[in-house]
């Protein structure tokens, strides 16, 4: 089985901001990942079928421009489709008052500017671990 964790990077709603999506994708790749990457502007249905198309294990979404606000909707239509074992992780710019409210809809992890690279990577190795433990127990 491939070990390596496979990581969708997203940009949902009208936030078109991508160069720190475009750098953590870089990172994660170059850390030996498998990143699948969408260009801004996704839609929520349109990032549920390709998380399930190819079976991620990691969602990892960049909001600069409040689109952080939608998460919500996103891991609602996860559910919904029967991918609760998908690690949701928000990068950005994500004011402290809204990052409990993410955190309890599910998002494992808020990484804000300046999170060292290393660390978002590391997180992800873990959280790959954890689920796959999940899928296959041993």
Do not use: C, N
């Amino acid at each position: 089985m491939d070990i390596r964790p496979k990581v969708l990077v997203t940009k949902i709603g009208l936030d078109g901001h991508d160069r720190g999506s475009r750098v953590v994708a870089a990172h994660l790749r170059d850390a030996g990942m498998e990143v699948v990457y969408t260009p801004p502007w996704q839609k929520i249905e349109a990032v549920v079928k390709l998380a399930m198309e190819e079976d991620v294990d990691v969602i990892g979404v960049s909001s600069l421009a409040t689109d952080h606000l939608i998460v919500p909707k996103l891991m609602a239509a996860l559910r919904d489709a029967g991918l609760t074992d998908v690690v949701v992780i928000v990068g950005g710019i994500v004011p402290d008052a809204d990052e409990q409210a993410l955190l309890d809809v599910g998002v494992a992890r808020v990484f804000h500017p300046g999170s060292p690279l290393d660390e978002i990577s590391a997180y992800i190795t873990e959280a790959t671990a954890r689920v796959r433990a999940a899928r296959f127990p041993a």
